[in-house]
Each structure stands twice: as structure tokens, then as C-alpha cells.
């Protein structure tokens, strides 16, 4: 196994990842693109690439960014909404080279794709990953969730929403493909009031490189990778917003906002409606909405893959000690404690944050 910088990979190595990661259909998203990390390696120092050989020819390549206290983090930390190992799915190699690296205390990840065989033995636990399947458009899709068991009516009654939405407010419009970078702005400003309500601490602030990526992401023409920004308009007007990274036919939601003087009218449910009806035409097939159990996501998906969240610690106390401490904390946010836990762990993020003279 050899580490190189993400942004000093050979042609060749470049090459045979993205043959590699195009010929695994479980890697068919656009955060196993080489494109991602790279993108993300040139805003966010600390990009490199563990790379495995068979002889000469590189066989599996896994991504991460380093930080300075020894940990090999998920690229893109908070961004990074799928992880794992870019290689054949019956590839063979030592995923001990990497564990036991003199240079890492620590690999944590949070979205690695559970399918993967060679880090189960420090999974802490492994949680659903919605997607929303438009192969053959809005009328298949609804077929298939009926086949399964599951009601449309959510779907009939936000249609009568976007239809009162137009009589009391003006023309309803999807932008499918927006370049502009205004909207963006306003999906940015929209996250950050979020976070502030609900006492986050404010991610823009705190990694200014995000901005940037979105920004250039939404520049790239490359199907093989780039950011898709989709709107809904009233009167002209921006009142919901989408980010996601695009590869070819796949779309993986990234940040979603509204403008809350909209909420009675649920904008952002609309828009992900006016977007499963019409984005089979752009040539999108599935939409990836990333883990969690959250309403919106179980009332839209299809079906889910599986990741897992965990992490290999070096020292012993504290492989004895993270995973039980996630699972408390799991217990915690999903008890009646959770509100309450949330506020105190607000307030304590923007009191870190006034003593250390971050803003959000």
C-alpha cells in the first residue's frame, strides 16, 4: 500500500480508479468520483489516498482527509454523505496496511457503505440510506412504491398544495438545472437561519471551503461530476432550493432550504414533488437523500442502501469507549431527552464559539 496527496495521483492512477469505480455498480454516486476528492482537496488541505496494487496495477484506492491529531476522516467531514473503498466488489487486499499505518490513531466514518466487508469488525452501527428510484418517470415510480404496499395520497394532497399555492400566489415553476449563483446564496443564507434556530453550529463559518466547493461544483459541465441546483418559483420569485452532486444519471441532495414565509404552504415538500415528476426527463434516474429516519425521507423513498457508522481507534480505551458513547448519544436524541439534549448542546457550541471568536 502507498499514501500520495489526493491532488498527485498518477494518469495512471487516475485512470484505473475511475475504471474501476465506473465498473462497480455500488459505487455509482457521485461522492466515489475521483472528482470529488480531488475538488475537495484543492479547498481543503489534508487530502490524500490510501492506494492498494496487485503487481504494478493499482487495485483499490481509499480516500480520506488527514487532520492534524493522526485521524483519517471521511473526505469532505460534514459534506461527505457516502464513503468506502473505490474498488472491484470482489477485490482482495489488506485493509490491515491501512488500520495499522504508523500514521493513523484514528479512521472515524459515518456514511461508509455497509456492504463493504473489510471495516464490519468497527461498524457501531449501521443505518438506512433513502434513495428515490425515477427509472421509467413519476407514473413507475408510484407504481412501484403501490406494488409495495405504500399510499400515494401525500403525493394528490401536495398537488392540491401547489395548485392553491398558484391561485393565491402566481405562476409555480421548477428550475430543473439553475446556474445561477444568487440562488445558491439564498440556499446558503437559508441553511444558516436554520442552523441558528435549531442551534447547530453554523457550518459556512465555520468551513469556508464548503462555499467555495459548492460555487466551483456549479460551474463543472462534466457529467461524470458536478453540482445541480434545482429551485421552485412563485411569481418569479425563489421560495425553495436543492444542492446536489451530479454523476450522469445520479443525483445525491446535498442542502435543501426554504423561505419560511412560505411554510404554511410546504415549498420544499412541493419542490421535491415538481422534482420527482420532471427530473427523469433530465436524465436522472435515482436521487440519494443520504441516512437518517427522517418523515420526508420515509414518505419519498423507494428503497435504501445500507451504511454503516464507526471508526477503528488505536487506543484501546478509547475503542472500548467511542462506541458506547455513540450509542448513548443515539439514545439520547432519540428519547424524549432529544429536544432538551439539542438546545444544551447549541448553547454549549456557540459559547465554545464566542470564547474562541467563531462566528455562527
Known amino acids: 500500500m502507498e499514501i500520495h496527496p489526493t491532488t498527485e495521483l498518477s494518469p495512471t492512477q487516475r485512470k484505473r480508479w475511475i475504471e474501476i469505480q465506473e465498473a462497480n455498480p455500488d459505487l455509482q454516486n457521485p461522492y466515489f468520483r475521483i472528482e ?18 496487485r503487481g504494478d496495477d493499482p487495485i483499490a484506492f481509499y480516500p480520506y482527509q488527514r487532520k ?13 454523505c457516502f464513503h468506502g473503498v473505490v474498488c472491484a466488489r470482489e477485490s482482495n487486499f ?23 466487508p473489510w471495516f464490519s469488525p468497527w461498524h457501531y452501527e449501521v443505518l438506512d440510506s433513502p434513495y428515490i428510484d425515477l427509472q421509467g418517470g413519476f407514473d413507475a415510480y408510484r407504481e412501484r412504491r403501490k406494488a409495495k404496499g405504500h399510499s400515494n395520497r401525500a403525493f394528490a394532497e401536495l398537488g392540491r398544495k401547489a395548485r392553491r399555492l398558484q391561485e393565491e400566489k ?36 465555520q468551513a469556508p471551503w464548503v462555499l467555495s466547493f ?23 420569485a425563489v421560495v425553495a432550493a436543492h444542492f446536489a452532486l451530479r454523476s450522469r444519471d445520479r443525483l445525491h441532495g ?13 415549498p420544499g415538500m412541493i419542490l421535491v414533488l415538481k422534482m420527482v415528476q420532471e427530473l427523469e426527463t433530465e436524465g436522472i434516474v435515482r436521487i440519494h437523500m443520504g441516512k437518517g429516519d427522517e418523515r420526508y425521507k ?58 474562541l471568536g467563531h462566528s455562527g
Open 254 to 266: 446535498l442542502f435543501f432550504g426554504f423561505d419560511r414565509k412560505y411554510a404554511a404552504h410546504s
Open 68 to 80: 492534524e491529531n493522526s485521524v483519517a476522516s471521511p473526505v469532505g467531514d460534514q459534506i461527505g
Open 214 to 236: 459548492l460555487r466551483e461544483s456549479l460551474e463543472k459541465k462534466d457529467p461524470a461530476f458536478r453540482g445541480m441546483l434545482s429551485a421552485l418559483t412563485v411569481d418569479g
Open 36 to 53: 470529488f476528492a480531488e475538488s475537495v482537496a484543492r479547498l481543503h488541505p489534508g487530502g490524500e489516498v490510501a492506494v492498494w496494487y
Open 170 to 205: 402566481g405562476p409555480v415553476q421548477l428550475l430543473s438545472d439553475c446556474r445561477d449563483v444568487s440562488v445558491l446564496d439564498t440556499l446558503v443564507g437559508w441553511k444558516q437561519q436554520q442552523m441558528a434556530l435549531t442551534g447547530r453550529r453554523d457550518l459556512f463559518s
Open 94 to 116: 489488506d485493509v490491515g496496511q491501512l488500520i495499522h499505518h504508523p500514521g493513523f490513531r484514528s479512521i472515524p466514518f459515518d456514511h461508509l457503505l455497509a456492504s463493504q
Open 298 to 355: 420515509q414518505m419519498w423513498k423507494s428503497g435504501s442502501h445500507s451504511v454503516a457508522v464507526g471508526g477503528y481507534e488505536r487506543k484501546r480505551i478509547n475503542a472500548l469507549l467511542r462506541p458506547r458513547l455513540y450509542r448513548a448519544r443515539r439514545w439520547v436524541s432519540t428519547s424524549q431527552l432529544g429536544p432538551f439534549a439539542k438546545e444544551v448542546r447549541g448553547r454549549s457550541l456557540r459559547f465554545k464559539d464566542g470564547l
